[in-house]
């Protein structure tokens, strides 16, 4: 694991995003209404729109472009849309939000690394 200190977590607003540059593209770091924390690739697997412009609710974003609604823990498109973008372990400590971008990470304390095949 290589756990990297992004940001505390009052830097991102409830029900919105920040946006962090990662070595293979934006990532998009959500706070849900309850504070809790997702990372997903910035891009929706449909047509690649910016997630984090989205609206949050609970715990899925809508992409702005086309409406798609992405489960911010998998990534998953939901319903009947289909397609995945990657999400990425993050864990919230003392206040400070904590990224990990390794390819294989995993870890009991942190969403879990899905890697799936992105549609587009």
């Known amino acids: 694991m290589s756990w990297i200190a992004i940001c505390h977590l009052a830097e991102i607003p409830p029900l919105g995003a920040r946006v962090v540059a990662g070595p293979q593209g934006d990532i998009a770091v ?6 809790r924390v997702f990372a997903l690739r910035d891009q929706c697997p ?8 989205g609206i949050v609710h609970g715990e899925r974003v809508t992409c702005p472009l086309h409406n798609w609604v992405i489960d911010l823990q998998s990534g998953a498109a939901t319903g009947a849309d289909s397609g995945c973008t990657r999400a990425f372990p993050i864990r919230v400590t003392e ?12 870890d009991s304390d942190a969403a879990p690394v899905v890697d799936c095949r992105e549609v587009g």
């Open 30 to 35: 959500f706070r849900t209404a309850d504070d």
């Open 46 to 53: 449909h047509k690649g729109g910016p997630l984090s412009q």
């Open 95 to 106: 206040g400070q939000v904590w990224l990990d971008l390794s390819a294989s990470a995993t």
